[in-house]
């Protein structure tokens, strides 16, 4: 009877061979790994190609095998590991392997992404966002984006990867600079990008990336303390852009000057004049196409245009400079060059041109204006002042009077020896003050963000510190009231207070 219980058992091992699938956890912190795993038992297993689950790329894959024999029969087992970070929840989908030429599916598999639980935010050692100032822009507006990575001091870490962004449907261009700042216990690193939006529509600035190594210790079998890094994600928020069309026939977008000068206004027959255009201002210079010059029965060459450009207080700014060589064995007027776009002071279409330029051939039979020149008359020289003699007469002061200066001299000697005093009385420093004291005497918004940045796991102190931080990177003028502020904060921060009692 137990002979035919185990054959029985063997036969149904070979006959339904069993897939699974199993996930690492169902429930995970936005920025951390999910491992998924493949199992399949038989003798001739084939899995599915994935090169991505739920739409996460695969960061990396690896294979394992097991082989189990019991009573002389052999069970093979084969399960290949999928490692990915979703971004938000998500259902890993059923995945169909063949085993022995039959098809089997797994069953799909529910993720639940959190933001980070409340006790963490208690004392955050690392945050990532992302910040714009404008959400609403015209094709071929700049946007100003910053990504602010903030570190607490004496967090220890191994490594810190940064993953540039990449932005679909925006020319963007930064100048690669860190720049890096130490407030109160932490470090802030910022970084600037300049967007420009190339088409119109709505548009989700993605979230970016990086990725922080820390080293862990392990036991292995051997009870031999191991060391090993830990890679963690950590995520910043995204930002949508609604780009609006640019009215019909502009298509650049920005504040521009223009100007031409030739090295000569007076020539030979057939001699070149080197005409200089120049185009500057801000905007995205490389948007712009190489100007076409026609003076009709004149002879022009032209060179490509040269562009140049630089990030200068936050805001793109370019110069083209276009060259022409101009021949002609007559006299003749350069006509004005135009130029037309939507300017972003005046909100609307703008046209700019060069004044005309009138160039004389010697030896033409074409009649030329003679230029007129103005010249300014000197000014008359200046009238000499008559001397006069000023005779000073001292008139002695009478006894009364003395006693008067000498009372009035004490009286001010008094009072200076009371200002100094007043003057070298030292005020109570902001380290020995209470925080309402430091509040309100904090002379910028960079002492104010330093004295807040360690409190921002209040959710009202958070909205604060993301006003002050605008307003230091990112040039706006939020309005902080820092009296008002002083006097609430006790207030503020109370009900954190009870419930870390509790």
């Not at 009877?1 to 699974?20: D, H, P, Y």
Request: aromatic share 8%.
């Amino acid at each position: 009877m137990k002979k035919i219980i185990l054959i029985t058992i063997f036969l149904s091992v070979s006959l339904f061979a069993t897939v699974s699938a199993t996930i690492s956890q169902t429930e995970v912190v936005r920025g951390d790994e999910v491992t998924l795993n493949l199992s399949a038992s038989g003798d001739d297993i084939k899995f599915p190609p994935i090169n991505d689950i739920a739409g996460y790329s695969i960061e990396s894959n690896g294979q394992s095998q097991s082989i189990t024999i019991i009573n002389g029969q052999t069970t093979k087992t084969l399960t290949r590991s999928y490692t990915f970070t979703p971004l938000k929840s998500i259902t890993i989908p059923s995945y169909s392997i063949e085993v022995d030429g039959k098809v089997e599916k797994t069953k799909p598999i529910g993720i639940k992404v959190v933001t980070q639980s409340s006790s963490n935010a208690l004392s955050p050692s690392f945050s990532l966002k992302i910040i714009s100032n404008k959400n609403e822009v015209y094709v071929g507006e700049p946007i100003t984006l910053k990504i602010i990575f903030k570190q607490k001091r004496d967090e220890r870490v191994e490594g810190i990867q940064f993953i540039p962004p990449s932005f679909p449907g925006f020319w963007a261009k930064t100048d690669g600079k860190d720049k890096k700042e130490v407030v109160g216990n932490f470090i802030i690193h910022n970084l600037t990008y300049i967007l420009i939006p190339q088409q119109s529509g709505k548009y989700k600035i993605p979230a970016v990336k990086v990725s922080i190594a820390k080293m862990i210790h392990m036991q292995n079998a051997f009870s031999f303390m191991l060391r090993n890094l830990r890679w963690k994600n950590i995520y910043s928020n995204e930002i949508e852009i609604n780009v609006k069309p640019l009215p019909i026939g502009v298509s650049v977008y920005g504040h521009f000057r223009i100007s031409a000068k030739v090295d000569k206004t007076i020539v030979k027959a057939n001699e070149p004049v080197n005409l200089t255009l120049t185009l500057s201002g801000s905007g995205n210079i490389d948007d712009i196409n190489d100007f076409d010059l026609k003076i009709p029965f004149v002879t022009v060459y032209s060179d490509k245009a040269k562009r140049s450009s630089c990030l200068e207080s936050g805001e793109y700014k370019g110069k083209m400079v276009q060259k022409f060589a101009i021949i002609s064995d007559k006299s003749y007027t350069i006509p004005p060059i135009k130029f037309k776009y939507f300017d972003k002071n005046d909100k609307r279409v703008k046209t700019i041109e060069t004044k005309p330029i009138k160039i004389e051939v010697k030896g033409s039979s074409a009649v030329t204006t003679t230029p007129h020149t103005i010249v300014e008359k000197n000014s008359p020289p200046a009238t000499t002042a008559t001397k006069r003699e000023v005779k000073v007469v001292y008139k002695e002061k009478s006894p009364l009077q003395k006693w008067i200066y000498f009372a009035v001299g004490l009286l001010l000697g008094i009072l200076l020896s009371l200002l100094g005093k007043i003057l070298r009385y030292k005020k109570p420093t902001n380290e020995n003050s209470p925080l309402s004291y430091k509040i309100k005497h904090a002379k910028d918004d960079k002492e104010l963000l330093k004295i807040l940045l360690p409190l921002s796991h209040n959710s009202q102190i958070k909205e604060i510190v993301d006003k002050l931080e605008e307003n230091i990177y990112m040039n706006k003028n939020h309005k902080i009231n820092k009296k008002e502020l002083s006097k609430k904060i006790d207030k503020i921060l109370k009900p954190d207070e009870d419930e870390l009692e509790d």
